[in-house]
T-cell receptor, first 113, second 112 residues
Framework: NAGVTQTPKFQVLKTGQSMTLQCAQD?????MSWYRQDPGMGLRLIHY???????DQGEVPNGYNVSRSTTEDFPLRLLSAAPSQTSVYFC????????????FGSGTRLTVV | AQSVAQPEDQVNVAEGNPLTVKCTYS??????LFWYVQYPNRGLQFLLK??????LVKGSYGFEAEFNKSQTSFHLKKPSALVSDSALYFC??????????FGPGTRLSVLP
């Protein structure tokens, strides 16, 4: 089925470890974003990309890196995990233009101990 | 800066009764408004959007939303609630930079 695929679904890290959250979409969407969801705070934008080779910071970028080497893939890297990064992470993509809303992945639940 | 408020953390309604989930926004320029629903352990699913045109927008699963420019509101409504509508609902506005700003979410519980 077409959509946004995120892996892994669950992950436990120790403080200081690094890891990459994978995100892939097969809808040829130019626009991709990473959000984190925390209770009572809604979704906050971490990084986004408007096309291959172009990335930019969102509201809460510290501690995260992204790259966009292809249209399909938009991985999120945690450089040195901290307990404050315990959250649920969502990748989303959409077409460009006014009428497009996001298609979301199913999320990655990350716990940093 | 763009912002979205959802003044109710929780909304409880009896099955069969009408439901309303409130959303107000602040945006410079024309607002592009969206509602999403999140079921447990799932990603967000698109419900409906307002870009331009009629103030009453119809969406998925029988939901509709009314855009009110003077009150800067975009409340989500459904004439008759179902137990299966119980979920977390997010209002969002697309900002001038084409990013989405989400509200904090409202948990809807429909009681049988």
């Amino acid at each position: 089925n077409a959509g946004v695929t995120q892996t892994p679904k669950f992950q436990v890290l120790k403080t200081g470890q690094s890891m990459t959250l994978q995100c892939a979409q097969d809808m040829n969407h130019e626009y991709m974003s990473w959000y984190r969801q925390d209770p009572g705070m809604g979704l906050r934008l971490i990084h986004y990309s408007v096309g291959a080779g172009i990335t930019d910071q969102g509201e809460v970028p510290n501690g995260y890196n992204v790259s966009r080497s292809t249209t399909e893939d938009f991985p999120l890297r945690l450089l040195s995990a901290a307990p404050s990064q315990t959250s649920v992470y969502f990748c989303a993509s959409r077409g460009t233009g006014e009428n497009y809303g996001y298609t979301f992945g199913s999320g990655t639940r990350l716990t940093v101990v | 800066a763009q912002s979205v408020a959802q003044p109710e953390d929780q909304v409880n309604v009896a099955e069969g009764n009408p439901l309303t989930v409130k959303c107000t926004y602040s945006v410079s320029g024309n607002p592009y408004l969206f509602w999403y629903v999140q079921y447990p352990n799932r990603g967000l699913q698109f419900l409906l959007k307002y870009i331009t045109g009629d103030n009453l927008v119809k969406g998925s699963y029988g939901f509709e939303a009314e855009f009110n420019k003077s009150q800067t509101s975009f409340h989500l409504k459904k004439p008759s609630a179902l137990v299966s509508d119980s979920a977390l609902y997010f209002c969002a506005v697309r900002d001038y930079g084409q990013n989405f700003v989400f509200g904090p979410g409202t948990r809807l519980s429909v009681l049988p």
